[in-house]
């Protein structure tokens, strides 16, 4: 990490590693719920999932700062790198929640 983190960066990267974790636990229990009491897809368990990577998304757009970095690298992505990140992450979460909305998803995911 770098040394010259200001502390309103700290904040940012702490809540985005927070939205992170919700995901990843929220995915996780919505998955035993959905197969193990409801016996359903975990198609909603996916949709539930999208609301904390979208914070994640719009935080490294507005602060140009994020969480996600690239292989190999050590410090937090910064500036337009930041902003690439966010749009990516933006545009994959809107074409999985129109997916995950349609009938074809119904059709392809049988598990």
Known sequence: MQNNIS??????ITWQIRAFIIAVVTFVVSVILSRVVFQTTIKYA???TILPIFYIALSSIKNRISVIRLRGQKEYSRGQKAVLFGIALLVIEVATFIFFLTPLSDKYLNF
Not at 7 to 12: C, F, G, L, R
Request: hydrophobic fraction near 45%; proline fraction near 0%; charged fraction near 35%.
């Open 7 to 12: 502390n309103e960066e700290t904040k940012i």
């Open 46 to 48: 996916v949709l539930l």
